[in-house]
């Protein structure tokens, strides 16, 4: 008998007249009628492809741990060398935050960077930190930070400020504290608009997003009316009311409510920001629900990581491997917003484990939904990611 991909199994799918499957090997679907309808490739053993990956990913743990002590306040991208350079940046700064992040930043980010050198025109990125703020990410593009950097490797920019639990639609542009990992950016539903708005988190205290409204201004008036610090309790009114007026005369609102796009939202996700895709309320096409409220999904994940043996792990996987065939099925009927919320929710749960997982998910997810740049980032996000410390240049 042939052994399994071997070039008589490769030569019989070939000459197979049906529809090849469009996941291909990628198929979690056990429906036979599925299986009878549609033709698969040879599929490879997992098992040991699965274990190898387990434990390649606790030896660059370990590398990290090493590491560390070398690095003050950020992990380094682990380059591939195979990946093909950068083109020479563009002169203008909104065309070159475009090819090093892929988005283009909204008209407060760069309003809020003036605001920044009124307050201290040497440098504009430090103006608050005296409150734990600095700002970073695309921002060093814009202070010239980065000019200096050899590496043109797309993915050194892509990861580029981005912390353990940052999905793909979140860019940082704000770092707070490092002990706690404090930070803010913008979120966006789709890499084609602008951001639906501005979010902050803290690592140490898990996946939980918190929504600080439409704009860079109202997220940092926000934080610093919640500001302890021991600092000059005059100078940090005089800053909260030169931000206020600053705001005001460029119209920009220092409401935290984001309504318009809260009305859009099919479900709340993991992050507690909320997932957005095409959904048409007549046909009811784009999203349905997943079978699992989110506390019984997180507890179905915690046994699975909380497995001690493979054998007892595949047996738990198989409560989870229901749900991920009821995703192939919403997709085959263009309901691709539930893919992206189990994603999202094993995306946020962060255990290594899943990260083969996530792969098999969320770019689909992505690609079905026109969102593509978003499948780049996580792949190299999840190579690199890291829970001691955000990945930097």
């Known amino acids: 008998m042939a052994a399994k991909g071997s070039t008589d199994e490769i030569e019989t799918y070939e000459a197979d007249p049906r529809e090849p499957c469009k996941y291909g090997t990628d198929c979690y679907q056990k429906n036979q009628i599925h299986r009878n309808k549609f033709k698969h490739p040879p599929k490879q053993n997992n098992r040991d492809e699965i274990e190898l990956k387990v434990s390649s990913k606790k030896r660059s743990r370990d590398a990290n741990d090493e590491d560390d002590d070398k690095i003050k306040s950020a992990k380094r991208v682990a380059e591939d060398e195979s990946e093909s350079d950068l083109p020479e940046s563009p002169l203008d700064i909104r065309d070159n935050i475009r090819q090093k992040f892929l988005f283009d930043m909204p008209e407060d980010f760069y309003s809020f960077w003036k605001f920044c050198v009124t307050l201290d025109s040497e440098h504009p990125e430090k103006a608050l930190i005296k409150y734990g703020l600095e ?72 996946c939980t997003f918190k929504s600080l409204g439409g704009n860079l201004f109202s997220a940092v008036h926000s934080i610093l009316k919640e500001t302890r610090a021991k600092v000059d ?151 690199n990611r890291s829970k001691d410390k955000p990945i930097s240049i």
């Open 135 to 206: 700002l970073v990410g695309p921002y060093d593009i814009v202070s010239g930070k980065l000019k200096s950097i050899a590496t043109r490797k797309p993915s050194a920019y892509l990861c580029h400020w981005r912390y353990f639990y940052d999905p793909p639609e979140f860019q940082t542009v704000i770092k707070g504290v490092d002990e706690t990992q404090f930070h803010v950016g913008y979120f966006r539903d789709s890499p084609d608009e602008m951001p639906a708005l501005v979010a902050s988190n803290e690592v140490s205290k898990g």
């Open 233 to 383: 309790s005059k100078h940090l009114r005089d800053v909260k009311e030169t931000l206020a007026k600053w705001a005001s005369e460029h119209k920009f609102t220092l409401d935290t409510k984001t309504t318009n796009r809260d009305r859009k939202v099919v479900a709340k996700g993991f992050h507690g920001l909320g997932i957005v895709v095409p959904y048409d309320k007549k046909t009811q096409v784009g999203y349905r629900p997943l079978p699992e409220t989110n506390g019984n999904l997180r507890k179905l994940l915690q046994q699975i990581a909380a497995c001690k043996t493979e054998t007892e792990r595949n047996k738990k996987f198989n409560d989870l491997h229901e749900i991920i065939t009821l995703v192939h099925f919403a997709n085959d009927e263009c309901d691709y917003g539930m893919g992206l919320e189990l994603s999202v929710a094993l995306f946020c749960f962060g255990d290594p484990f899943f990260h083969s997982t996530i792969l098999h998910l969320m770019p689909l997810a992505y690609d079905l939904l026109s969102r593509s740049q978003f499948a780049e980032i996580l792949k190299v996000h999840l190579k």
